[in-house]
């Protein structure tokens, strides 16, 4: 025999396509052909493959070898192809019969000792092999645990290419997937910590609720971080939906931890301000890789002293927060990631950041208005809420009623994200702060004049931009769910309002 066909997996993106492997012999010189937009990686997978196959007792044809990989048109990144070319190529030799791989699916990269090793992205991969009706998988040991969240697929893992040899000719058994590790309990910081900020508490609640954008400005000191910081312990936890796409995300990034558990806290993201726009947004040669909005989908994107980020950086996050997804593209392919994530800014009013605020800031008016500048106003205009900062009082600091903890702020807020979901499952959305302004404007969810009266107001007035506008209704509905209210009020409209506009302290 001198032909044979394996399968594989390849990603583009978090979009996974099963390939076909196939290899090759005819006679001539010893050589090694490889065709299907193969990245370099994978060129290199003949100098990998042919150690394994030597270094594990196998016989290397020394014949004319021409690799394929179907389809061809799509490009091919990373080394998960490994093991899936060094059957093909056994079974091409006539050395391996490959009945019992037919419609299975093979990933991992082979070391030059034979051993197989994890690779990146294997949850989007088997969940691509089994929308293509393929329910078997034969995955690197490391990779088992990821690789069985996927329901409805067989996994079975192998560390060496012997063993897969051996399981092909002899039908030795193959290494089961651990057994999934009971989830542990939630931790992390609580809101309770937090000191006084009343207000700045109700905003944070507010947002969780609605999946609404916040800034939080205000003096070193007043408590921005910890707030930010504690986001994530007052939302939901990711439905299954959500939770596999979470989940790819950092297993293409290679962040998964060892437990192989699907994600199912909201994942929290805090970038150090020196991240550059490949950071942030995405981005690397070759097939580019989830930035850190990307790692933040369904949580939480966190800026701790916005203005001193690079204002490239910023504003790169426009269009990510516009329309919950971020399109890179490349000279060989476009890639989009997922990216509906909860941004939080926090910023000092000025650059000095005197603790005691503006009695003891040096900074002239004119350095205070370029330092926030630097934030500019069509990001702003997609942040809902905006919250200043006063500092806390001794009294607050040293009192011993603690806040309320987060998870009784957390139970609200999924009462609240569960009316939401009710009221919007026929319009196909989830979350308030995900809706599009024309369908608030209309009925039947448009709400009466005498409780917008205000809100037009300002936009006759050149004050609120018709993009507010929309995101102060937004979050009224956010309030009336929290609130427990069926259709917003004026008393929601103008709370709205404050947040949006600072006016509520």
């Not at 490949?278 to 800026?303: K, N, W, Y």
């Not at 609130?483 to 409209?493: F, T």
Request: with cysteine; charged share 20%.
């Amino acid at each position: 025999m001198s032909y044979a066909r394996v399968l594989c997996v390849g990603l583009v993106g978090v979009a996974g396509h099963v390939v076909e492997v196939e290899a090759d012999l005819a006679p001539g010189l010893p050589a090694i052909a490889i065709s299907g937009l193969p990245d370099t990686t994978l060129h290199e997978a003949r100098d990998r493959v042919r150690a394994a196959i030597v270094n594990s007792g196998q016989k290397w044809p020394n014949r004319r070898i021409t690799l394929n990989l179907l389809p061809a048109t799509l490009p091919k990144f990373g080394s998960a192809f490994d093991l899936a070319i060094a059957a093909a190529l056994l079974g091409s030799a006539g050395e391996l019969p490959l009945l019992p791989l037919e419609r299975v699916v093979i990933l991992g990269e082979l070391g030059l000792d034979g051993t197989v090793r994890p690779v990146r992205g294997v949850l989007p991969m088997v969940a691509a092999a089994a929308r293509a009706g393929l329910d078997r998988v034969i995955v690197p040991e490391p990779n088992a645990a990821e690789a069985a969240a996927i329901p409805g697929v067989r996994v079975r893992a192998v560390d060496t290419l012997h063993r897969l040899v051996a399981f092909v000719r002899e039908g030795s058994p193959l290494i089961d997937p651990p057994a999934p590790e009971p989830a542990s309990p939630p931790t992390g910081p609580d809101l309770a910590d937090v000191a006084g900020q009343g207000y700045a508490r109700r905003a944070l609640e507010v947002a969780a609720a609605g999946g609404h954008h916040v800034a939080l400005l205000g003096p070193p000191g007043t408590g921005k971080t910890m707030l930010a910081e504690r986001l994530p312990s007052i939302l939901p936890e990711l439905d299954d939906e959500s939770a596999l796409e979470v989940t790819a995300l950092h297993s293409i990034a290679g962040l998964l931890p060892p437990s192989g558990r699907l994600l199912r806290r909201p994942p929290f993201q805090a970038p150090h301000h020196t991240a550059t726009v490949p950071a942030l947004v995405g981005g690397g040669s070759g097939l580019a890789r989830p930035g850190a909005v990307s790692l933040a989908h369904r949580g939480v994107l966190f800026l701790d002293e916005a203005p001193e980020f690079s204002k490239t950086a910023l504003e790169a996050l426009r269009q990510p927060l516009e329309h919950g997804r971020v399109q890179l593209a490349r000279a060989r392919g476009g890639t989009e990631y997922p990216a509906r994530t909860q941004l939080v800014l926090a910023a000092n009013p000025c650059p000095c950041a005197r603790p005691a605020g503006d009695t003891a800031c040096e900074c002239s008016p004119l350095t205070r208005r370029r330092y926030l500048g630097r934030l500019s106003g069509p990001l702003l205009d997609r942040i809902d809420v905006q919250v200043t900062m006063l500092p806390v009082r001794a009294a607050e600091l040293m009192g011993a009623d603690a806040g309320e903890s987060s998870a009784v702020v957390a139970a609200r807020v999924a009462t609240a994200r569960s009316a939401a979901a009710e009221r919007w499952a026929t319009v196909g959305h989830r979350l308030n702060a995900e809706l599009p302004g024309p369908l608030l404007r209309r009925p039947p969810f448009r709400l009466p004049p005498r409780d917008t009266a205000e809100l037009r107001g300002r936009l006759d007035t050149g004050s609120l931009s018709a993009r507010g506008f929309d995101r102060i209704i937004r979050m009224a509905w956010s309030i009336a769910d929290l609130d427990g209210r069926v259709r917003p009020d004026r008393e929601d409209v103008r709370e709205a309002i404050g947040l949006r506009t600072g006016e509520g302290l």
